[in-house]
């Protein structure tokens, strides 16, 4: 294949709207753009104006799978504005809540959305009929993610028990532990996930792109850090700190910003596989043993690998989560009760890692706690470049192997997929 263009309108079996357009020009790709065309949302705006106490509960309805990163990402910056100081079991909860929208998001993203791509299908509805007991598997996963989201939170989604300092209702000690035994049960699927998804056949990409994720020493965070780091560099920052180090731009061929990283002039990658290549030492032990088997290891450049990162993800979820119920199961309750604070101005930046990637909340108070200024940035817009950057490389390999025009589209759609963007969100 020597010329070609490619347009792919409305990529299937992702969230949201978006085309993507590759050309083919001499046996050499001249031109690669991911088309967001979902409309702006607004949800910035929407907060100005507002108290501090109505924050989270709006920004949560950016996305209804990672609303529980929003409203914990709000809940840090109004508590660092504010000077509050977390109990540790209030963390513990937190870690819970973001961990089953882990649950939730993977288990969607790998079976319904990526796996008929290797599968030789074009939906999860035929693997339902060839493969029922993995569609059943599958269910009950995201189920679980469901049932933790709602039990600590309050609902599945847009979660309305966590608050300033603390969460308002806890279930009971027994309820602990029975969740505990669901999530362990479910271990040995989540092993087998991560197999399925190492066997199947990729098109080997070594990416140029930097990595970014948030790192704590001695753990895997998802919200108990404030440290973002580049990883393999020693680029490491504050969350309030991010804007000097990352640089929001626009696109003519996008509603949604574009970023890179300010330093390298370079795009980047966050999620799944950046926090493992960011932390994977610290992974739970059987997550670590899977990744090792499946030769998941830093420095992982190949984006297609996310998938497997993803998967290795709900190994770790699972340990961490069923280790968290065995132990707030036996704590004090009261210890997770709302800390006082007081109200004043100032501003910060809240920044957690929601099941795609990083995402930070900017936000400024006045004196009486009404938000002056807020600025969003998801996951999938920090994205978006680096995914331009993928494509184009995987392509221009492609072309000279001289794949079919089919199977380019194929190969390029596996790598929209993979990247498991959410293009809603990415227009916020």
Not at 219 to 236: N, R
């Amino acid at each position: 294949m020597t010329q070609c263009t490619i347009d792919v309108d409305h990529i299937a079996r992702v969230e949201g709207h978006g085309n993507v357009h590759v050309v083919v020009e001499g046996g050499q790709v001249k031109d690669v753009e991911m088309n967001i065309v979902e409309p702006i949302r607004l949800f910035e705006s929407m907060v100005r104006g507002r108290s501090y106490r109505d924050v989270s509960y709006i920004a949560s309805r950016v996305c209804g799978i990672c609303s529980a990163s929003h409203v914990v990402t709000d809940l840090k910056a109004i508590e660092r504005i504010f000077g509050v100081e977390l109990s540790q079991r209030t963390k513990m909860l937190r870690e819970l809540l973001i961990y089953g929208s882990y649950l939730q998001n993977h288990g969607a993203h790998l079976f319904v959305f990526a796996a008929p791509d290797y599968l030789g299908e074009t939906s999860i509805f035929p693997v339902s009929k060839s493969n029922p007991e993995l569609f059943s598997q599958a269910l009950d996963l995201k189920s679980l993610g469901n049932e933790l989201c709602t039990m600590v939170g309050g609902r599945s989604i847009h979660p309305i028990t966590a608050v300033i300092g603390g969460f308002t209702h806890e279930i009971s000690s027994q309820e602990y532990l029975d969740l505990a035994d669901k999530l362990e049960s479910k271990v040995p699927f989540a092993l087998e996930t991560v197999d399925l998804f190492n066997g199947f056949d990729i098109c080997d990409v070594a990416s140029d792109n930097d990595y970014m994720a948030l790192t704590q020493p001695g753990a895997y965070p998802v919200q108990a850090s404030d440290t973002l780091t580049f990883v393999g560099s020693d680029e490491s920052f504050d969350a309030n700190d991010i804007t000097d180090h990352i640089s929001e731009y626009q696109v003519g061929h996008s509603a949604a910003f574009f970023a890179r990283r300010t330093s390298t002039d370079r795009p980047y990658m966050t999620g799944a596989l950046a926090r493992i290549n960011a932390s994977w030492e610290n992974l739970t032990p059987k997550a670590k043993v899977a990744a090792a088997k499946a030769g998941l290891r830093p420095p992982e450049r190949n984006p297609l690998r996310n998938n497997v990162a993803q998967a290795v993800e709900i190994v770790d979820a699972l340990e961490r989560c069923a280790e968290l119920c065995r132990e707030l199961a036996e704590g004090d309750q009261k210890e997770s009760l709302p800390r006082p604070f007081k109200v004043c101005a100032g501003s910060a930046t809240g920044v957690t890692e929601a099941p795609r990637g990083t995402v930070a909340h900017q936000l400024v108070l006045d004196d009486k706690g009404v938000v002056q200024h807020a600025s969003i940035i998801t996951p999938t817009a920090q994205n978006l470049a680096a995914m331009e950057s993928d494509i184009r490389k995987m392509a221009t390999s492609l072309v000279a192997q001289g794949v079919t025009e089919d199977e380019l589209v194929m190969d390029v759609e596996k790598m929209v997929r993979a990247y498991d963007p959410c293009l809603s969100c990415s227009v916020h």
